[in-house]
C-alpha cells in the first residue's frame, strides 16, 4: 500500500461504497408517491388494493431485516450485498412489466424488500460499525446522511422520469442504475472488517490485549436477555411511530391547519434537507460528548419539533424554522442505535441484532400510520395522535439517557439463572 493511499483509511472506502448502496436503496423505498396515480390507472386497481401491496413491502421489509443481518455476521457482507443488488434489479425490472395487482404483490411487495432489506441500512451500519471505533458516531452518521439524501432527492427525479418516460420505463432505469451503480460497489469495494485485510478498527496499529483482537459477538438471544436490548428496542419503536406519523398524515394535518399542499411538501422537504447536514454533525457530537445524551436529545428535539408542527398555525415562517429545528431529530435515531449496539454488544453483532431492534421500528411505523388513521376518524383531527407522539419520544429520551451497557439482564431471567 502506498503512502499516499495509506492516509485515507479503507474503512471510509467502505463507508463510502455504503453511503451510494443507502442513497439508492433508501430512495426507491420512499419514492413510491409518484408511482401511485399512474400504476392504478394502468393496473385497473384501487388505492387501498395497491396500498395493499406497499404495505405487504414494509412489513416483510422489517421481517426480512434480522434474517439479513444475521447473514452478513455468517457469510459476509460482500455476498449478501451483491447478492441484494441483484435481486433488486431484478424485482425493480420486472415491477415495470407487471400486469395485474398479484404481479405486483409478488414481485415488489416480496422480491423487492428481500433486496431493500440487503442492500438497506441495517447492512450497512453492521459493516460500517465494524471498522471504526474512536470515529464510530461520524461514519454511521454519513450513512444517515445518504439516507436522508436518497429520500429528499429520488422523489423528485423519479417524478421527473415518470412525466418523461412514464412509470415501466422508470422502473427500469432505476434497475439499471442499481445494477450497474451499487452491485461493483459490493464486490469490488465492501469488505466484511478491517481484520480480513490486514487492519484495526479505524487504522490504529494492533496493540497487546487490543479492541481489535477481541471477537466482540453476542448472539441475539443473549442480548434479548438483556435491558439494554429492550431500551434500544422500546426508543427505536417510538422513532418509527413518530416518523410514520409525520411522513403518512404530516402534509394532510398542515392542509387541514390552512396551509396549501405545495407549501406543507415543502415543509417536510426543508425537514428532510435539513437533516442531511445536522445528521453529520450530531454523529461527531456523539463521539465527543458519548452516544446516550446525543440519542436523548434527538428524541427530546423531535417531541418539541412535532408539537410545534400541530400548534403553529398561519405562520409560514415559524413552521419553516420548526423544520429546521426539526432536522436535527429525524435522521440521527438509526444512527446512534446502531453505533450503541456496536459499543455494547461488540462489532461483529451489529446485524443480527439491530436487524431484530429494526423490525420494532417497523412495528411502530405500522402502529403510528394506522392509529393516526384511526383517531383522526373518531376525533376528528390528528391532535391526539400527536399528543401521543410526544409523549412516548419524551418517554424515550428519559430511556436513552439511562441506556445499559448490557450487563444487567432482565429481571426474570436473572432470577433464573441464579436457580
Not at 84 to 112: E, K, Q
Not at 301 to 308: D, S, V
Amino acid at each position: 500500500m502506498t503512502a499516499a493511499r495509506a492516509r485515507v483509511f479503507y474503512g471510509w472506502w467502505v463507508t463510502a461504497a455504503f453511503s451510494v448502496m443507502v442513497f439508492a436503496s433508501t430512495g426507491v423505498r420512499h419514492a413510491v408517491g409518484p408511482f401511485l396515480k399512474p400504476m392504478v390507472a394502468d393496473l385497473h386497481v384501487d388505492r387501498a388494493s395497491f396500498s395493499l401491496v406497499i404495505a405487504l413491502g414494509l412489513f416483510l421489509y422489517g421481517v426480512f431485516m434480522p434474517l439479513v443481518g444475521g447473514l452478513v455476521d455468517r457469510v459476509g457482507a460482500r455476498a449478501v450485498t451483491a447478492g441484494g443488488a441483484i435481486v433488486l434489479a431484478g424485482s425493480l425490472a420486472l415491477t415495470g412489466v407487471c400486469r395485474t395487482i398479484w404481479d405486483l404483490a409478488l414481485v415488489y411487495g416480496v422480491l423487492a424488500a428481500v433486496g431493500l432489506a440487503a442492500t438497506g441500512p441495517v447492512v450497512a451500519n453492521a459493516v460500517v460499525s465494524r471498522w471504526f471505533v474512536a470515529r464510530r458516531g461520524t461514519a454511521v452518521s454519513v450513512l444517515g446522511s445518504a439516507s436522508m439524501t436518497g429520500m429528499s432527492l429520488l422523489v423528485p427525479v423519479v417524478t421527473w422520469l415518470i412525466l418523461s418516460l412514464g412509470w415501466r420505463m422508470t422502473y427500469l432505469a432505476i434497475a439499471l442504475f442499481v445494477l450497474v451503480g451499487i452491485l461493483p460497489l459490493c464486490l469490488l469495494v465492501v469488505r466484511d472488517s478491517p481484520e480480513s485485510m490486514g487492519l484495526c478498527p479505524d487504522g490504529a496499529p494492533e496493540g497487546p490485549g487490543g479492541r481489535a483482537g477481541r471477537a466482540e459477538r453476542t448472539p441475539v438471544g443473549t442480548a434479548a436477555h438483556t435491558v439494554a436490548f429492550w431500551q434500544l428496542s422500546g426508543s427505536f419503536l417510538t422513532c418509527g411511530f413518530s416518523m410514520s406519523l409525520l411522513s403518512a398524515h404530516g402534509i394532510p394535518m398542515l392542509t387541514d391547519h390552512g396551509y396549501t399542499p405545495l407549501f406543507s411538501s415543502w415543509v417536510l422537504g426543508v425537514l428532510g434537507a435539513s437533516s442531511i447536514l445536522f445528521t453529520m454533525l450530531l454523529g461527531t457530537a456523539s463521539d465527543h460528548f458519548g452516544r446516550r445524551p446525543v440519542l436523548a436529545a434527538i428524541y427530546a428535539g423531535r417531541a418539541l419539533a412535532f408539537a410545534g408542527l400541530f400548534l403553529i398555525r398561519d405562520n409560514p415562517a415559524a413552521i419553516l424554522a420548526v423544520a429546521v429545528f426539526g432536522g436535527t431529530t429525524t435522521a440521527g435515531t438509526m444512527s446512534m442505535t446502531s453505533a450503541l449496539t456496536a459499543d455494547i454488544y461488540g462489532r461483529f453483532s451489529v446485524g443480527t441484532i439491530l436487524g431484530a431492534i429494526f423490525l420494532m421500528h417497523q412495528t411502530g411505523a405500522a402502529i403510528g400510520s394506522w392509529l393516526a388513521g384511526a383517531l383522526f376518524e373518531v376525533t376528528g383531527g390528528y391532535g391526539v395522535a400527536y399528543a401521543i407522539a410526544c409523549a412516548i419520544l419524551v418517554g424515550a429520551a428519559l430511556v436513552s439517557l439511562r441506556i445499559d451497557d448490557g450487563r444487567r439482564r432482565l429481571s426474570w431471567t436473572a432470577r433464573a439463572a441464579r436457580a
